[in-house]
C-alpha cells in the first residue's frame, strides 16, 4: 500500500504528521512531504485515520 499527496490541495494543516509522524513530515516551508510512500503494514490503520482526517482530502492510499 502506498500513500500519495496532491500538494495542490494540500494546506499543511499537519494533522496527518500528528496522526503519522513517521510517514508524514512538513518542512520549514509548511510542504508536506511523504517520508515513507511504502506504508509498513504496522503503520496501516494510522496513515488510513491520517488520510480520512485530511480537511482537504489531499492524501490518497493506493
Same mark, same amino acid.
Given at each position: 500500500m502506498k500513500v500519495s499527496v496532491d500538494l495542490d490541495q494540500c494546506e499543511a494543516n499537519g494533522i496527518c504528521v500528528g496522526i503519522a509522524p513517521d510517514v508524514f513530515e512538513l518542512d520549514d516551508d509548511d510542504i508536506l512531504h511523504i517520508v515513507? &510512500? @511504502? /506504508? !509498513?503494514? @504496522?503503520? /496501516?490503520a494510522q496513515v488510513e485515520? &491520517? /488520510?480520512?482526517?485530511? !480537511?482537504?482530502?489531499? $492524501?490518497? $492510499?493506493q
Open positions: 515513507e &510512500a @511504502d /506504508v !509498513p503494514a @504496522d503503520r /496501516v485515520e &491520517a /488520510v480520512s482526517q485530511c !480537511p482537504k482530502a489531499a $492524501l490518497r $492510499l
